[in-house]
Structure formats: structure tokens, C-alpha cells
């Protein structure tokens, strides 16, 4: 069975540092991996997609990479900003052909000015 | 374009009564899934539609839950009897096709009395 961590469960960061989220899952037969942000009280929403054949991916100040092999991701973010505090979570299949999405917890970030 | 929209964005009902929450999805997106979040947690997968039938309802928590897709389009799921432990809020995500990229809409927060 599936299962995602997500490490820490908060983080508190003055404003311009740059910091990273980790993400770990069990079963590593996966096809790819998604980041979301999520407001309080608001939905998800899509920060970036790895496909299994990829190693990392970017947008803007944010940077995510996949380690299939040790079944590990992480979110990289480059000069925090208050504007960034945010719960992000990270999402990945059930098992290998599976459309459902498992999650982790969530890093719950607050960004300090 | 007009992302994934639900409604009703609050729910309120009483204890054994039935309710229904809409979504509707991304326009031209074939795949519609349901899920449920707890507060604190992190989503967890309720069904899947690839198109108009349900390819996996292995999610729903039992045959009080029910979903439709009737045109292939909107969607509706359906709670009989609710009970207090149905209180969550309700997520809706679509996709072009199937192994891609989710995209959520804003939930619908229900709250059994």
C-alpha cells in the first residue's frame, strides 16, 4: 500500500531564505509526482509535475526533484516570501497504474517578514 | 480559461439527511475525480470517471456514497443518510486524460450537525 511522508510538518522561515520540503513515498513503481499549494480554506493548486523519466523539475522560484529509486522528492524554494506561506503537499499514485492520488500530510510553511 | 469550479462552496445539513455536491470540471477534460480531506490531513481518493463511467470507486467509504457522470461532463456525488463523520470538505479534480496532470477545484465544505 502507498503511503507518502512528509517531512517536517511545519517550518517557520524568515523571508528571503531559501528552504526545502521533503516528500517520501513507499512504493516506487510510480509514473510521476505532483506538488500542490493550498491556501487556508481554499483547494489545490498544481505547482509542478514530474514524470517518472524525469529527475527534476522547475517554475520560476520553485524546483522539484525525484529520486524514484530511494522513493524521495523534494521541493526546492528559493527566496521565501510571505506570500509562499502556504500548506504544500506532494501526491503521487496509488500503485503503478493507478489514476487515484495518494497524499502526504503536508508541510504547513509560514514565511516571516 | 475556467478552471474546476464546485458547488456549493458550504454545505450545512442535518444528521440522516441527503445531499448532493457538484463539480464541474475543466472543459474538454475526459477524466473527473472525487476526494475527501479531513482537516489536518491530506486528501484521501473517494472515485474516478474516465468519462462517464467510474473506472474506480474503490475509494468510496460505503453504499451510502454514490457519484455519477451522466454526459461525461458535470458530476454529482451523493451522500444518503449523512452522518457526522461525513463532515469534510469535498474535492474535485479533472484532467485532460488519464495519467496527467490533476487539477482541483476550491471544495465543497460540508458539515453534518
Known amino acids: 500500500k502507498q503511503e507518502v511522508t512528509q517531512i517536517p510538518a511545519a517550518l517557520s522561515v524568515p523571508e528571503g531564505e531559501n528552504l526545502v520540503l521533503n516528500c517520501s513515498f513507499t512504493?516506487?513503481?510510480?509514473?510521476?509526482l505532483q506538488w500542490f499549494r493550498q491556501d487556508p480554506g481554499k483547494g489545490l493548486t498544481s505547482l509542478l509535475l514530474?514524470?517518472?523519466?524525469?529527475r527534476e523539475q522547475t517554475s520560476g522560484r520553485l524546483n522539484a526533484s525525484l529520486d524514484k529509486s530511494s522513493g524521495r522528492s523534494t521541493l526546492y524554494i528559493a527566496a521565501s516570501q510571505p506570500g509562499d506561506s502556504a500548506t504544500y503537499l506532494c501526491?503521487?499514485?496509488?500503485?503503478?497504474?493507478?489514476?487515484?492520488?495518494?497524499f502526504g500530510k503536508g508541510t504547513k510553511l509560514t514565511v516571516n517578514p | 480559461g475556467a478552471g474546476v469550479s464546485q458547488t456549493p462552496s458550504n454545505k450545512v445539513t442535518e444528521k440522516g439527511k441527503y445531499v448532493e455536491l457538484r463539480c464541474d470540471p475543466i472543459?474538454?477534460?475526459?477524466?473527473l475525480y472525487w476526494y475527501r480531506q479531513s482537516l489536518g490531513q491530506g486528501p484521501e481518493f473517494l472515485i474516478y470517471?474516465?468519462?462517464?463511467?467510474?473506472?474506480?470507486d474503490s475509494g468510496l467509504p460505503n453504499d451510502r456514497f454514490f457519484a455519477v457522470r451522466p454526459e461525461g461532463s458535470v458530476s454529482t456525488l451523493k451522500i444518503q443518510r449523512t452522518e457526522r463523520g461525513d463532515s469534510a470538505v469535498y474535492l474535485c479534480?479533472?484532467?485532460?486524460?488519464?495519467?496527467?496532470?490533476?487539477?482541483f477545484g476550491p471544495g465543497t465544505r460540508l458539515t453534518v450537525l
Open positions: 479534480a479533472s484532467s485532460p486524460a488519464g495519467y496527467n496532470e490533476q487539477f
Open positions: 512504493d516506487s513503481a510510480i509514473y510521476n
Open positions: 514530474i514524470q517518472s523519466s524525469q
Open positions: 501526491a503521487v499514485p496509488a500503485q503503478g497504474g493507478s489514476e487515484k492520488l495518494v
Open positions: 472543459s474538454g477534460h475526459t477524466a
Open positions: 470517471f474516465q468519462g462517464t463511467g467510474a473506472a474506480d
